[in-house]
């Protein structure tokens, strides 16, 4: 089945060291998305590529970056991870940003900081 | 910008019932498409359901409707025969077809717990 992949889905790091969180799709979809989501909120957008193009949320910490070396893949970069950090982390899909294209997500990968 | 509000922070019924969770959107957009999304406690998003606002029937998706009313701006989701494993928190979301509303805009979402 055609799908978003995230790994890993649970991921420990210690305050401060710099930590990678990746998703993968075989959907062929044009935008990749990256959200964060901290307990019993909805989900906050940090940014998205579509195809090689990225864009950056106004208010997305510079701590955050991403990376999309292809189409399948994309990377989400925390730089030095504080306790704020600590959250669930969203990656998702969609063919292009039309009104009618529904994003499709992965699993998730919930983010601990010691 | 678009806003979208779930009023109930969460909600019990008992299963084989029906359950209803409210949303009502705002926007300037002239189109837009309104999506439901069902998340349970393991963290997953899953996409249940969209109307489009040119729609002129209500979409459907098995036990799930839409019951959109669009000069009063609401959206609201009928899942039908609830089943335990539609205990989840369930979000509301809107995107329009203005440049720069490519985002989706969430409510703050319903907690539905089904008891047997």
């Known amino acids: 089945d055609a799908m978003v992949i995230q790994n890993p889905r649970y991921q420990v790091t210690q305050f401060g060291k710099p930590v990678t969180l990746s998703c993968s799709q075989t959907l062929n979809h044009n935008v990749m998305y990256w959200y964060q989501q901290k307990s019993s909120q909805a989900p906050k957008l940090l940014f998205h590529?579509?195809?090689?193009?990225?864009?950056n949320e106004a208010d997305t910490p510079d701590n955050f970056q991403s990376r999309r070396p292809n189409t399948s893949f994309c990377f989400l970069d925390i730089r030095s991870p504080g306790l704020g950090d600590a959250a669930m982390y969203l990656c998702?899909?969609?063919?292009?940003?039309?009104?009618?294209?529904?994003?499709?997500f992965g699993d998730g990968t919930r983010l601990s900081i010691l | 910008a678009q806003k979208i509000t779930q009023t109930q922070p969460g909600m019990f019924v008992q299963e084989k019932e029906a359950v209803t969770l409210d949303c009502t959107y705002d926007t300037s957009d002239p189109s837009y498409g309104l999506f439901w999304y069902k998340q349970p406690s393991s963290g997953e998003m899953i996409f249940l359901i969209y109307?489009?606002?040119?729609?002129?029937q209500n979409a459907t998706e098995g036990r799930y409707s839409l019951n959109f009313q669009k000069a009063r701006k609401s959206a609201n989701l009928v899942i039908s025969a609830s089943q335990l494993g539609d205990s989840a928190m369930y979000f509301c979301?809107?995107?329009?077809?203005?440049?720069?509303?490519?985002?989706?805009?969430f409510g703050a979402g319903t907690t539905v717990t089904v008891r047997a």
């Open positions: 998702a899909t969609s063919r292009d940003l039309r009104a009618d294209q529904p994003q499709h």
């Open positions: 109307q489009g606002s040119y729609d002129q």
């Open positions: 979301a809107m995107r329009g077809s203005l440049s720069n509303d490519y985002k989706l805009s």
């Open positions: 590529y579509y195809d090689k193009d990225f864009n």
